[in-house]
């Protein structure tokens, strides 16, 4: 018993570890809530973005930033609502939620996922 | 502006799916709860009054423990229902029955007045009548507490809204502001509690359209919120300036809203984290 914890103990810890440093890589302006607050409704392939069961926009994964491209991200990001009408999702650029460096930081983020 | 003026420019923002324009009231409730049932398939339709509760067996559960939450709050409530005016007379006089079984027939349409008559607005006449001063919409300790105590006295009922032909024009400017994107999010109301209903936002269900009127006020921290400062509250998140409780915005939005919850229970200070 004593032997099993003594091995699964350093495994939590080095799963723990890379987590911490992932965090920093989230640009606050990704979670800040009077900013992007992307996690209110993105869940994020990246375990040290904040936990969330959010679904109201589909899950964040680097494949798919990556196949979108930096040019698309930053379009959608500033402004979903040309490519749909009906999304729900804030044109956070064109409503000067998000500054453009602020954009800038998250597409690299996106695109940086995992 | 004028609020019909103000309505137009939301509506003409407006990038949501409007449903069909100017439907009648009850084709506008049919259609929504079809869209709710394709949305929701798995979730029984008289489980909507239980809002986000109804999505989350978790937040079922304590909704469940805390089912007695609202008692301190309505117990002052009672003792505002009660107290004698000036003049001898009492809040209860104003209404039929003492209160009982009134709370599920408002909003109501004021043919004289042309505007639409909430529960608070009514409590506030039956105050300015006698001579009393007003309760301020947003103050818990007064407005909050009365409404919890006398919509208690309704709860078990069916929500009976009317909307008379002479009302629907009222009954259509809320179900356009229900779909307009306000704000600099952009949202509408329809945007999560239809769109995005029984998804999460941060953690937390939306709740549907549908039976989000039965409940309320809600008890948080001990305090009743009435369904208009819940609004206002969605308002700011939408990052728009929350129209004025009492004002014919929200008033019309809430006929709408609480029309669209007719034939479900009414269960009022219902317990919310």
């Known amino acids: ?114 | 502006m004028r609020f019909p003026e103000r309505l137009a420019a939301f509506a003409l923002a407006a990038g949501l799916a409007l449903p069909a324009l100017a439907a009648a009231p009850e084709d506008a409730r049919n259609e929504m709860a079809a869209a709710l049932k394709r949305q929701l398939p798995e979730l029984a339709a008289q489980d909507y009054a239980l809002g986000a509760a109804a999505l989350d067996p978790a937040m079922r559960r304590a909704f469940e423990e805390n089912a007695a939450a609202g008692e301190p709050v309505i117990a002052a409530g009672k003792a505002l229902w009660t107290r004698k005016f000036k003049n001898g007379r009492t809040l209860a006089g104003c209404f039929p029955n003492g209160g009982r079984r009134v709370a599920a027939v408002y909003p109501q349409f004021d043919p004289r007045l042309k505007r639409v008559i909430t529960l608070e607005m009514a409590i506030n006449q039956c105050l300015k009548a006698h001579g009393e001063a007003l309760y301020d919409h947003g103050d818990a300790a007064t407005m909050g507490a009365v409404t919890a105590y006398l919509r208690s006295l309704s709860n078990g009922q069916k929500v009976t809204v009317r909307v008379p032909p002479a009302a629907e024009e009222r009954f259509e400017q809320g179900r356009r502001l229900y779909y307009s994107r306000m704000g600099q999010r952009n949202f509408a109301c329809a945007s999560c509690h239809v769109q995005g209903a029984g998804k999460r936002y941060e953690d937390t269900p939306l709740s549907p359209a549908i039976g989000q009127a039965t409940h309320w006020p809600v008890i948080r921290k001990g305090a009743p919120i009435t369904l208009q400062e819940r609004m206002r509250e969605c308002l700011e998140l939408m990052g728009a300036a929350p129209f004025p409780a009492g004002s014919d915005e929200l008033n019309t939005l809430e006929y709408f809203l609480t029309y669209l919850s007719n034939g479900h229970t009414m269960q009022a200070n219902a317990w919310r984290p």
Not at chain 1, 11 to 32: K, R, S
Not at chain 1, 67 to 77: A, D, H, N, P
Request: glycine content about 6%; overall charge positive.
């Open chain 1, 1 to 114: 018993m004593l032997l099993r914890a003594l091995l699964i103990a350093p495994a939590l810890i080095a799963g723990a570890l890379p987590a911490n440093v992932q965090a920093a890589a989230a640009p606050p302006a990704f979670t800040a809530r009077d900013k992007g607050h992307c996690t209110a409704c993105h869940q994020v392939s990246d375990a040290a973005a904040p936990a969330s069961r959010a679904d109201l926009g589909p899950r964040l994964e680097g494949a798919r930033m990556r196949e979108l491209g930096r040019i698309r991200l930053r379009e959608l990001i500033h402004d979903p609502t040309r490519a749909n009408a009906n999304t729900v999702m804030p044109p956070f650029g064109k409503h000067r939620i998000l500054e453009p460096a602020e954009i800038d930081r998250i597409v690299e983020y996106l695109h940086a996922l995992p």
